[in-house]
């Protein structure tokens, strides 16, 4: 079953076409892999999904819903998070601080709501703070930075920063998950525990989309592949398949196959 769709979905930036056309579908349970070469259009199209902008022309589906024009925080509730390509989180805030103050009140129960329990059904996630508090502290765990609870969180070390930004998208409780590098900058054992993460996050029920520079990450970790050069998507499918597709191999060595 699909969750997430997108029909013809096109983002000019004023002479240029950054994201053309691209019709795809997210099946739920799945965890997507985007990839292309710099500049193809990958965080652009998490963007407009995100809710960041909106598209030029096309739209977006998201459980049968129309909500192409809809804004990032209206996304966050109905089940849609991301993290970014460079880290945002609120480096003079403590680490749990960062993670509470990016729960949402959502209205519907994702994969999450089991975990979660009965507590943000009644009220808003800040009436009994000390329920929050719990949540926050399990994310932190979950994702293994419990340790780092009070500490600023300009004062993590940076693998675990991004770990940080996961937690607060996963405060959002959310059914799709946008992922934009999460393993860039990172060695390969803190490529490996990433990697770790998501597939947990995966296995709770939460759909993923994640673009991906490392393909030994992104072959470990996709059901299936979309690739995107200059904003077309020229490839879709098994990893396997895609990773040996000539239009893709042609796509990476920057159109000169023999070289
Ligand atoms: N806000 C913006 N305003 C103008 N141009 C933009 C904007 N965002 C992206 N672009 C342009 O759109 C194209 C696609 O950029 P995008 O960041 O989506 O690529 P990407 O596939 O994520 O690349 P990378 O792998 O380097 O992160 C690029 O030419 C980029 O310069
Ligand atoms: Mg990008």
Known sequence: MDILRTDKLSKWFGGLCAVKEVSFSLVKGEIMGLIGPNGAGKTTLINLISGVFPPTNGNILYQGKNITRLKTHSLNKMGIARTFQIVRIF???TVIENV?????????YGPWSLAWGSLF????????NK????????????VGIGEYRDELAENM????????EIARALATRPEVLLLDEPSSGLNPKEQNDQVE????INQQGTTIMIIEHVMKVIMEISHRLIVLHYGEKIAEGEP???????KVIE??????ADA
């Open 240 to 246: 396997e398949k895609v990773y040996s597709d000539p």
């Open 121 to 128: 059904k009644r009220s808003g996630a800040f009436t009994d």
């Open 91 to 93: 480096k003079t805030l």
């Open 157 to 164: 070390p940076y693998a675990f920063s991004k770990r940080l």
């Open 197 to 200: 993460i998501i597939k947990k």
């Open 131 to 142: 329920d929050a508090c719990v949540k926050a502290e399990e994310l932190l765990d979950f």
């Open 100 to 108: 509470l103050t990016a729960m949402v009140n959502r209205k519907t």
């Open 251 to 256: 796509a990476y060595l920057g159109g000169d």
